[in-house]
Nanobody, 121 residues
Framework: QVQLVESGGGLVQSGGSLRLSCTAS????????MGWYRQAPGKEREMIAV???????NYGPSMKGRFDIDRDDAKNTVYLQMNSLKPEDTAVYYC???????????????WGEGTLVTVSS
C-alpha cells in the first residue's frame, strides 16, 4: 500500500502565499518523480511542476515564477511554494509520485486525494 498525505491547503487572500507538502509512505521505493498537479472546477487536471530524481525540474506552462517545487528525498516529501496567488489559482491540488511498489510491475503513478486551495479576491 502506498499512501500520499497532502497538507497545507486552505483559504488565502489574493496576493498571499501557501506552502503545500506531500509525504509518500508505505511500500514504495525507487521514486523517480514527485510533483504537483491541480484541477479547477470545470477544467482538466494540469501539471504545475514535477521534480525528477537527479534534480531536474519540469514546470507546466505559465507555472514557473509564482510556483516553486522542492523535494526532500530523505523524507519522501515534495513541497510546493505558491506565491502571489490569484483567484484563478483556486483548485484542488494533487500530489503525484512515480515509483515502485511491486518490482514486478515496475514504476507506477500514484496520486494523493487532493487538497483544496481557495484564493479569495
Amino acid at each position: 500500500q502506498v499512501q500520499l498525505v497532502e497538507s497545507g491547503g486552505g483559504l488565502v487572500q489574493s496576493g498571499g502565499s501557501l506552502r503545500l507538502s506531500c509525504t509518500a509512505s508505505g511500500s514504495i521505493f525507487s521514486i523517480a518523480a514527485m510533483g504537483w498537479y491541480r484541477q479547477a472546477p470545470g477544467k482538466e487536471r494540469e501539471m504545475i511542476a514535477v521534480v525528477n530524481t537527479g534534480g531536474s525540474f519540469n514546470y507546466g506552462p505559465s507555472m514557473k515564477g509564482r510556483f516553486d517545487i522542492d523535494r526532500d528525498d530523505a523524507k519522501n516529501t515534495v513541497y510546493l511554494q505558491m506565491n502571489s496567488l490569484k483567484p484563478e489559482d483556486t483548485a484542488v491540488y494533487y500530489c503525484y509520485v512515480n515509483g515502485v511498489s511491486d518490482y514486478r510491475r515496475g514504476h507506477e503513478d500514484y496520486w494523493g486525494e487532493g487538497t483544496l486551495v481557495t484564493v479569495s479576491s
